[in-house]
């Protein structure tokens, strides 16, 4: 089946530096990306997402890139905040729509002050 | 905004009762919405897809009789967990879809604990 993987599954960083954190995924129907932040116990939250038609998408500290030839799709948070800790999952739509999402397996993000 | 809420948002019941979840859409219309199982420290896995007026969509490996999902309304899904086992202990999490082409939000979860 259709699957996406997501690297890594836990990153460690200074508050300041940059995170960056990698999905591929495998159904090249795919064409919409989001990403959620979850914070323990609580609800996905959609901070940033990008569709096919689309290379790069950045809002204030979050950007994301899309290679679709690759079949690759990240995620970039700069200047990293105490807050930004959290788990981040990255999602791909799978049977050519936008809806149905396979999600990737999570990445625990830990900013140290 | 895109409000989604749940309930209830924890459950305790004895193996072989029955359980239901609502979800609904607060402030938009959903004719799609989505429930998810999400297992500590692992990932969401979609159960099935929730179309209003329609049977819902399920997942491979998921046993549409043993989670009935109802979605009557285009504000209200229902997942009923029957004959609840302590293996269907989980986090279940819902969405819903605003339009066509819109993002997923996302309920606030409900825990169920089955002894």
């Known amino acids: 089946g259709e699957n996406v993987e997501q690297h890594p599954s836990t990153l460690s960083v200074q508050e300041g530096d940059s995170a960056v954190i990698k999905c591929t995924y495998s159904d090249s129907a795919s064409n919409y990306f989001p990403w959620y932040k979850q914070e323990l116990g609580k609800r996905p939250q959609l901070i940033i997402d990008?569709?096919?038609?689309?290379g790069e998408k950045k809002d204030q500290r979050i950007a994301v890139t899309l290679n679709k030839t690759a079949k690759h799709f990240s995620l970039h948070i700069t200047e990293t905040q105490p807050e930004d800790s959290a788990v981040y999952f990255c999602a791909a739509s799978i049977g050519g729509g936008y809806n149905k999402l396979i999600f990737g397996a999570g990445t625990r993000l830990a900013v140290h002050p | 905004g895109a409000v989604v809420s749940q309930h209830p948002s924890w459950v305790i019941c004895k193996s072989g009762t029955s359980v239901k979840i609502e979800c609904r859409s607060l402030?938009?219309?959903?004719?799609?919405m989505f429930w998810y199982r999400q297992f500590p420290k692992q990932s969401l896995m979609l159960m099935a897809t929730?179309?209003?007026?329609?049977?819902?969509?399920?997942e491979q490996g998921v046993e549409k009789d043993k989670f009935l999902i109802n979605h009557a309304s285009l504000t209200l899904s229902t997942l009923t967990v029957t004959s609840a086992h302590p293996e269907d202990s989980s986090f279940y999490i819902c969405s819903a879809e605003r339009g066509e082409q819109e993002t997923q939000y996302f309920g606030p979860g409900t825990r169920l604990l089955v002894l």
């Open positions: 990008i569709r096919s038609n689309v």
């Open positions: 402030d938009f219309q959903a004719t799609t």
């Open positions: 929730s179309n209003e007026g329609s049977k819902a969509t399920y």
